[in-house]
């Protein structure tokens, strides 16, 4: 099981909230860009899954 964020439906168009939601610290961006997911820092907690707004963060 991974976290994997879906480009589809994510805008990339705005700053990601999940940035400040993430307790591990997984989650980076590049300006709007498409936010990146730093697996060896994610615990599979879900939480960004829950937040995001478009649901483009799933767990597979
Ligand atoms: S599943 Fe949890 S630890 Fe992993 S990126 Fe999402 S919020 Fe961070």
Redesign the pocket.
Known sequence: MA?NINAQKCPQNHRCP?LN???????TQRGIGLPE???A?????????R?CGMGA?Q?K
């Open positions: 976290i999940l939601i993430c307790p591990a610290g997984a989650i997911i730093d697996q820092k994610c615990t599979n907690c879900g939480k960004c899954s937040y963060l767990l």
